[in-house]
């Protein structure tokens, strides 16, 4: 299939620059933009679906890049300025960017396993750390992102760019609100699965070491401001906190949701020494 070629700021350029900097095209035309040769890399490794594969008009590509190309349903051969402006930078260093195909925001992309491990993110109003919650997802064993409220995009390019790549092997969902994760918790315990909904607060009840992180949970963290809505304090089953020192009142939300992942992690590698 021959290239489509783009040297002008067209439409179809326009389309493609309102994927990175609208979020409302980006959700009615069910598809993003991914950068970087390991996120692209982890979308195609977890199966997700590239639809476009756009290139540098004038360079020659890495090998890596080739093969992307190659097996691309759609190719876009762009002028190496015109590349830089889509990819946000000065120079063109960019070799590809891909459009990827959006997944359906339904509960049932996360999987729930006895020694299930998830998180609530309650209105997040800061993309960057949502990717960097799901990077730490993915590196201490977490099993899905539930993004809830009126919040910031999971597939933001500046989410994507700070999950580097853990977007895709780790599902993410948004909700507009909490009524639904609640209806799915439900179905979830009448299945048989005894899911925990684990508040994070620093006036929690708990200190975080002191939770069994050996049950299936589902860690509840809040908006960076102002913390979990009142439904979501009312429908935990336990508050935890962290103990902390000086004169800091909290921890950025990332930085507490990498903090609760990695004791569970601790405390269930643990028990599986202790077998």
């Not at 949502?130 to 993915?138: E, K, Q, T, V």
């Not at 508050?239 to 990332?254: E, H, I, T, Y």
Request: no cysteine; glycine share 8%; aromatic share 6%.
């Amino acid at each position: 299939m021959a290239d489509l070629k783009i040297t002008t700021r067209n439409s179809r350029f326009q389309l493609l620059e309102a994927l990175i900097r609208n979020r409302t095209h980006r959700t009615r035309e069910h598809r993003f933009v991914v950068q970087g040769v390991r996120p692209i890399s982890q979308a195609i490794e977890h199966g997700w679906t590239i639809l476009t594969v756009i290139h540098d008009a004038q360079r020659a590509l890495s090998p890596w890049a080739r093969e992307i190309v190659a097996h691309a349903p759609e190719t876009i051969a762009m002028s190496p300025a015109l590349l830089a402006e889509l990819a946000d930078k000065d120079e063109g260093a960019t070799e590809i960017i891909a459009v990827v195909a959006m997944p359906a925001d339904e509960m049932s992309r996360i999987p729930v396993r006895d020694d299930f491990l998830g998180m609530v993110f309650d209105r997040p109003t800061q993309p960057g750390n949502i990717g960097a919650i799901l990077r730490s997802m993915d590196a201490l064993g977490g099993q899905g992102l539930i993004v809830s409220g009126h919040a910031a995009d999971p597939y933001d390019p500046k989410s994507v760019r700070a999950s580097t790549g853990s977007l895709f092997a780790t599902p993410v969902v948004r909700t507009s609100s909490g009524g639904p994760v609640f209806d799915w918790v439900r179905d979830v315990r009448a299945q048989g699965t005894p899911l925990m909904l684990v508040a994070t607060d620093e006036q929690g009840d708990v200190d975080v070491w002191d939770y069994d992180f050996a049950q299936p949970s589902l860690v509840l963290i809040g908006n960076e401001t102002s913390g979990l809505a009142r439904g979501w304090r009312e429908a935990a089953d336990v508050m935890v906190r962290v103990p902390m020192v000086g004169a800091a009142s909290s921890l950025n939300a990332s930085n507490a949701a990498t903090l609760m992942l990695y004791e569970a992690a601790r405390q269930r590698a643990a028990g599986q020494l202790g077998r």
